[in-house]
């Protein structure tokens, strides 16, 4: 079977909703998706909370990311997870991971990479 290369969320994305079974995903999109990797470990109530909290930013000058702070308190999650979960998208982070076998790793120049298998 042919892989897939992809390096844009909307690659991605477009990948996903295809069908592709099998997908390479390199450079900073590769890893922002493994520092977002522990979201998926959330329960659906946290999930709520953290979406809630993040569209709601917008509409509230910023001050609804005050919610975050007890938000990573009770989940234990980093800011980074959060801020990397966010800027791809927790409902791209969540097809892949529920989605797709991942295996990561790093090339021979030290970029990360991940190479999806559909489930």
Do not use: C, H, W
């Amino acid at each position: 079977m042919a892989t897939l290369a992809v390096t844009t969320k909307d690659q991605l994305q477009r990948a996903i909703d295809s069908g592709v079974a099998n997908i390479r995903v390199t450079g900073t999109l590769a890893k922002d998706l493994q520092v977002a990797r522990p979201v998926i470990t959330l329960g659906g109530f946290m999930l709520f909370l953290l979406a809630t909290a993040i569209v709601a930013t917008p509409f509230t000058a910023g001050l609804s990311d005050v919610a975050l702070l007890p938000l990573m308190a009770m989940s234990g999650m980093e800011m980074a997870v959060i801020i990397a979960a966010v800027a791809i998208g927790l409902s791209l982070v969540l097809a892949v991971y529920k989605g797709y076998d991942v295996e990561s790793g790093r090339d021979a120049n030290g970029n990360y990479y991940l190479n999806l298998r559909r489930k």
